[in-house]
């Protein structure tokens, strides 16, 4: 059973509209969750991430919006840029975790 | 300029082949891993390294083992290579095994075809 799930798998917007990215998780326990970017070729890299203690983590045009009593959190790519287009990955951990469990990844297009 | 390097970046093995995967990171890091990548199956922890010779499963162990003897090195190695284990392998590193500490960074990955 996959313990962190994100939709869509894959996500068209235009140039300078929002992409909004899901994310939901089963482990209560989970308390910190990173966003990674990959672009084809390379390796994840880390985007940005919340803490469980927050609601919502902004950083730039990035942000994050974290719900713990549904288990869900969502990223939010404002004003996006055909540079975003990658693939975008929600990962959790908890204070005792062995590495991160990923979710399967929403691949993003943005289109000029 | 931190940084984690892995070597090769791309290896075609015959099935029954040994094979060996190195990764480097220079910022001290304690803790190591080794994930693998597949189209549909994201990416799966197979090793994790807490220090020097301090190495513990992941989810997916079976077929691997890994070896780190300095801190800044971890090694992926698959003894007797199988079809099956045709995917990308990407190592990261992170201060710490858990969180708070838990941000990790990953290398460029390593292609690894066996036919």
């Known amino acids: 059973q996959q313990q962190v799930r994100q939709s869509p798998q894959s996500l068209t917007v235009w140039e300078g509209e929002t992409a909004i990215l899901n994310c939901s998780y089963e482990?209560?326990?989970?308390?910190?969750f990173p966003w990674y970017q990959q672009f084809p070729g390379e390796g994840p890299a880390l985007l940005i991430s919340i803490r469980s203690v927050s609601d919502k983590k902004e950083d730039g045009r990035f942000t994050i919006f974290f719900n713990k009593r549904e288990k869900k959190l969502s990223l939010h790519i404002t004003d996006s840029q055909p540079g975003d287009s990658a693939t975008y990955f929600c990962?959790?951990?908890?204070?005792?975790?062995?590495?991160?469990?990923f979710g399967l990844g929403t691949r993003v297009s943005v289109f000029p | 300029d931190m940084k984690v390097t892995q070597m090769p970046r791309y290896l075609i093995k015959r099935m029954g082949e040994n094979v060996l995967l190195e990764c480097g990171q220079d910022m001290s890091h304690e803790t190591m891993y080794w994930y693998r990548q597949d189209p549909g199956l994201g990416l799966q922890l197979i090793y994790i390294?807490?220090?020097?010779?301090?190495?513990s499963e992941g989810d997916i162990p079976k077929g691997y083992r890994v070896s780190r003897k300095k801190r800044e090195h971890f090694s992926l190695i698959l003894d007797s290579a199988k079809t099956n284990q045709t995917s990308v392998y990407f190592c990261a590193s992170s201060l710490s095994g858990g969180a708070p500490l838990s941000e990790q960074y990953f290398g460029p990955g390593t292609r690894l075809t066996v036919l």
């Open positions: 390294s807490y220090d020097v010779d301090s190495n």
């Open positions: 482990d209560s326990t989970f308390n910190y």
């Open positions: 990962a959790a951990s908890d204070n005792y975790a062995q590495g991160l469990t």
